[in-house]
């Protein structure tokens, strides 16, 4: 029955994917609120969340498919960025969280406050990312955010392993604490790269586009699991899950940009739809764990207005915590002259955006979730309700306030660099010019050293390189047109007009192959076969710079 519920659960989730992408909204947005309000609804079948299912089979693919379109110069060069939010304010968020938590409620083991800092820290970007990219931020801004969301996860993750064991009464000094941080940070980096390098050597050995997209596939997973169950010293060490399929999923998106094109094409196609299919379904999970936050309230022997005042709190304090600490951690730095003076100073705008950008996400509700019932002497886990309670609030409060609000910030405070498409145009061209001029100078090679030994004649020859070079020359042409003109001159453009042909005449070969074979003049393997082939030249057609001239 469950695995109808679930479907029933995923099926709708992509629903209102589709919906939202029709209207230009927020994906994660929709299916939150939608998932909310059907877990009112008496007699819906109960879909508990599972740990180990969102931390080992849904959370490594979806880092691993953002680490694999990440840039690694751009990481590099905002990694300072990167680390004193991926990292640093984890640490401050939970250690804040912790002690707002421990003083309203004083009953509360501090230690017990400290996982609930460790569960509400780490922020989800998948939201944030999504309004970014449809609004236009700056690529700058955008890098921050994605690599944000690499390495947060792995920091809070490990962080709660150590609150968690001091709670349990497995944990050692603040030293040993430390310790464990470190080993977790390096084994999950060397885990990572081992394993890019091993799995990078194995795809350039099968040299098979399909076998290569369904290795690729399983590299998250074994990475995470290799790297979690990795214990050199006790079991209280291991490497971390997430920095290794991070690590990796960086170094192997690296050498993507040197595989063949069959290759990328096919892995670009795979993982945007395995990104689809786990975000639309973590949304709604999140939703839909509103009955077991409300069960776990009523048996609690606390007062429930009490813990629901305590929750608006924290929910509170963990969005202000990141708003002065953004600015801070940009400007502090450079008044003491200590990073950044290389690099001007983002704008106030950028960073005000920055950091209204803390929606919390399922990793948040999966940790909560996760924490034992009981601890190592056998007594009740102190506080386990109330950590579910308050990280269901934050992670639900985020997404709703931060999420709902962000686009309107965003349009109010224009926050856009409009140089950034003058300066990608000047790019493009100066690269496109370079790649003519080695075709042309590559083509005069040819012919030199093969035209003239093939048995043709001298005015064929140069019929045949006329024909090639006008192919370089007129694709570097369309694009000069696509860039540079206006978008009325693109539509009156000679391009334009023979975009539309070509994509017209496309349609006439295929509309007709689809009656040969409804006459039955035609098997459905032939017809596949032309299909494939006219299908490739229209998605090139639409997807490259004539697209923007049609």
């Known amino acids: 029955m469950e695995i109808l519920v679930l479907m029933a659960v995923l099926a709708g989730s992509l629903g209102l994917t589709a919906l939202a992408r029709h209207l230009n909204f927020s994906a994660p947005l929709l299916i939150v609120v939608v998932a909310l309000g059907i877990s009112f609804i008496p007699g819906v079948p109960r879909l508990e969340l599972e740990p180990e299912l969102i931390l080992t089979l849904v959370l490594p693919p979806l880092l691993y498919s953002t680490s694999l379109e990440s840039s690694f110069a751009q990481f590099r060069a905002a990694s300072r ?15 804040v969280v912790g002690l707002t938590v421990h003083l309203l409620l004083p009953d509360l083991p501090l230690a017990s406050a400290f996982v609930l800092g ?19 931020l700056p690529r700058r801004l955008m890098t921050v955010l994605t690599g944000e969301s690499l390495v947060n996860d792995a920091a809070a ?37 081992v394993a890019g390098l091993l799995v990078g050597f194995v795809r350039r050995k099968l040299d098979d586009p399909l076998m290569e997209s369904a290795f690729g596939v399983v ?7 290799a790297a979690e169950h990795l214990h050199p010293f006790s079991a209280d060490f291991s490497g971390s899950g997430v920095l290794a399929v991070v690590t990796a999923g960086l170094y192997l998106g690296n050498q993507s940009l040197h595989a063949s094109s069959a290759t990328r094409v096919q892995d670009s196609s795979v993982w945007a739809a395995i990104d689809v299919l786990l975000e639309a379904l973590v949304f709604a999970l999140m939703g839909l764990q509103l009955p077991f936050v409300l069960d ?8 429930n207005l009490t813990l629901v005042w305590c929750a608006l709190v924290v929910l509170l304090v963990t969005m202000a915590v990141r708003i002065p ?4 951690s940009t400007y502090l730095p450079r008044a003491v002259r200590l990073f950044g003076r290389g690099r001007p100073a983002p704008s106030w705008r950028q960073l005000t955006v920055l950091s209204w950008t803390g929606m919390r996400g399922v990793v948040t509700l999966a940790a909560a979730t996760g924490v034992p019932l009981v601890t190592a002497s056998g007594e009740p886990f102190p506080g386990r309700d109330e950590i579910q309670l308050f990280a269901f609030a934050v992670a639900i409060g985020t ?6 609000t962000l686009p309107a910030l965003i349009r109010k405070l224009k926050v856009r660099d409009e140089d950034e498409a003058a300066r990608d145009e000047a790019q493009e061209l100066e690269a496109r010019s370079a790649a003519m001029e080695a075709a042309l100078n590559r083509l005069d090679e040819l012919l030199a050293d093969h035209l003239s030994a093939v048995d043709i004649s001298e ?63 035609l098997d459905d393997e032939v017809l596949r076969k032309v299909l494939r082939e006219l299908d490739l030249e229209e998605l090139a057609l639409s997807n490259t710079l004539t697209s923007r001239l049609s």
């Open 399 to 404: 997404v709703l306030v931060q999420g709902l």
């Open 325 to 328: 600490y953004v600015f801070l």
């Open 296 to 303: 776990s309230v009523q048996a609690s022997h606390s007062d």
């Open 459 to 521: 005015e064929r020859a140069a019929k045949l390189a006329a024909r090639l070079r006008t192919l370089v020359e007129t694709r570097y042409r369309g694009a000069v047109a696509a860039i540079s003109l206006s978008a009325e001159e693109r539509a009156a453009s000679p391009h334009a007009a023979f975009v539309k042909a070509r994509r017209e005449l496309l349609i006439t070969q295929r509309e007709t192959l689809l009656a040969e074979r409804e006459a039955g003049r």
């Open 81 to 95: 960025a990167i680390v004193a939010l991926g990292v640093v304010l984890v640490l401050v968020t939970a250690l």
């Open 118 to 136: 460790a569960v509400v820290a780490p922020p989800d970007a998948v939201t944030a990312v999504a309004i970014g990219r449809r609004l236009g």
């Open 157 to 193: 993750l490990t962080l709660y392993k150590i609150t968690l064991a001091a709670v349990l009464g497995t944990a050692g000094s603040i030293g040993h604490g430390f310790a464990v941080f470190a080993v977790a940070v390096v084994l999950g980096i060397g885990v990572g790269l």
């Open 219 to 225: 590299v998250p997973f074994a990475v995470y699991v």
